[in-house]
């Protein structure tokens, strides 16, 4: 296998992704070739990319590109690197969870990737320092264990999967880099990790559909915009069911729910009736109508304080339940031990509301939980470019908590460009300061800076 094949392979690739070396004191990155017949004897052999200002030989610092090779026709070990003296100028972009999510993307079981890219005193696991794969190269490996935070087994770098890959780590350190300039690199970028970043076509409402009757009681979770109180509905709807719906809010009591006495405004004489919550009449229907499925909505499950809200219903909650000799009372001489077959709950729970409840663990034990993601639209009315510019934001400096707090497609919906820029200013400009002043997300405050001065010409700090 020829390295001087592949060296001019992965050089094409960083031009045709935006790397542009003009002169000594103007180059996107500085190509390091360490491929002398010593360093090949398992010695420390290696080529690829650094850091554009480190010197051309000796430690250097930063991320690096860095291929292991050998000529004797046994699999390389292609990398993303650290130089051996550390960081200088790429601590802050090691800790972005985005480079990390890329990168994970490009290896398989044959790979590794750190959690920590800012780790650089954890040694390579024993999947790839012993792969048997490998052990010709074992030494020169173990030189550099502690600094590649993510590597990949290529069989055969001059077949067109060895090529794919190296060409995609090749993309992803572009992206690293920051080297497009226009839409042609960023195009080749994209195509280049398109067979490595699959996006699954996934028809949530059969999916959700297909859970709930499995399981029952299941809650959709994400964030706001993402449909789930319309998926909720439109699954009831799916499924022919009676369907009853109710929303949760601070206020929301027991009495509301399940089972309540009020008075009767109807009449002089002061009296009371007894009223029955929306948990009871879902009840009564499954009951009434044993031949029909019965949904009970609970909309935004997380607004009330659950525990005086279920009171004792909680304990029938269990969906593989078969009876007890625990009879639970749902009003004065109405108990039950189990609830109907026919009887579902579907709740709903933005993830992005901090101020609310924390929903307990017995609770998430019974219910079955189903994230839904933001996730772009074909609608005439869906502005991509826009959705897709604030998910790419959330994706790459967002952690795994916050990106729970990405807008979802629906606030990308609109009929004209004037009423997505007011949805802009007036719906996604405030969410996002306010994720800002709560310390969210906060290492891409820039980021969404430069995003709403280009867009609305509206700046996130005064």
């Known amino acids: 296998m020829s390295i001087d094949n592949i060296r001019q392979f992965i050089k094409e690739k960083a031009e045709q992704f935006g790397a542009k070396i003009d002169n000594e004191f103007n180059k996107a990155y500085v190509e390091r070739n360490n491929t002398g017949q010593e360093a090949l ?165 059969e999916e959700i559909k297909s859970l709930l ?75 009434e109508n044993e031949n029909k499925k019965v949904i009970l909505i609970i909309d935004e499950i997380n607004r009330a304080n659950l525990s005086n809200v279920l009171g004792p219903i909680f304990y029938l909650f269990e969906h593989k339940m078969d009876g007890s000799n625990v009879e639970i009372e749902i009003s004065p001489g109405f108990k039950i031990n189990k609830l109907p077959e026919n009887f579902f709950a579907i709740a709903t729970m933005n993830t992005a509301d901090r101020s609310l409840a924390v929903v307990d663990f017995a609770l998430r034990r019974r219910f079955a939980w189903y994230s839904m993601k933001p996730k772009p639209i074909s609608s005439r009315q869906f502005y991509k470019d826009d959705f897709v510019q604030i998910q790419e934001i959330f994706e790459w400096y967002a952690s795994s908590n916050e990106l729970s707090l990405q807008p979802g497609q629906g606030y990308f919906l609109a009929d004209s460009d004037e009423e997505m820029k007011n949805r802009i200013r007036y719906e996604i400009f405030p969410l996002i300061k306010e994720y800002l002043q709560e310390g969210l997300i906060r290492s891409a405050k820039e980021e969404f800076n430069n995003y709403f001065a280009t867009r609305i010409n509206q700046a996130l700090f005064e």
């Open 41 to 205: 004897k398992d010695n420390g052999a290696y080529f690829g990319f650094i850091h554009p200002e480190e010197e051309a030989s000796g430690p250097f610092h930063d991320f690096s590109l860095t291929i292991f090779p050998n000529k004797i026709n046994k699999p390389w070990l292609v990398c993303l690197g650290i130089g051996s003296s550390g960081f200088k100028n790429d601590y802050e972009l090691a800790t972005y969870p985005g480079l990390r999510r890329l990168f994970s993307k490009l290896v398989d079981d044959r790979g590794f990737c750190k959690s920590d890219f800012s780790d650089i005193e954890t040694s390579l696991p024993k999947t790839i320092t012993g792969n048997d794969d490998l052990q010709h190269i074992k030494n020169t490996i173990k030189t550099y264990t502690k600094v590649l935070p993510v590597c990949q087994i290529v069989d055969n770098p001059e077949s067109e999967e060895g090529k794919q890959i190296i060409e995609a780590f090749v993309a992803g350190y572009a992206k690293l880099r920051d080297w497009s300039s226009n839409k042609d690199h960023r195009k080749a970028i994209v195509e280049a990790l398109a067979p490595f970043i699959k996006t699954e076509t996934i028809d949530e409402t």
């Open 213 to 287: 009757n499995e399981r029952k009681y299941l809650v959709l979770q994400g964030p706001p915009g993402t449909g789930k109180t319309r998926t909720a509905k439109e699954v009831a709807e799916k499924l022919e069911a009676i369907t009853i719906f109710t929303q949760f809010h601070a206020e929301t009591t027991y009495s509301d729910f399940i089972f309540g006495i009020r008075p009767d405004t109807t009449d002089q004489d002061l009296k009371y009736k007894q009223v029955p919550g929306s948990f009871t009449i879902a009840l009564n229907e499954a009951i």
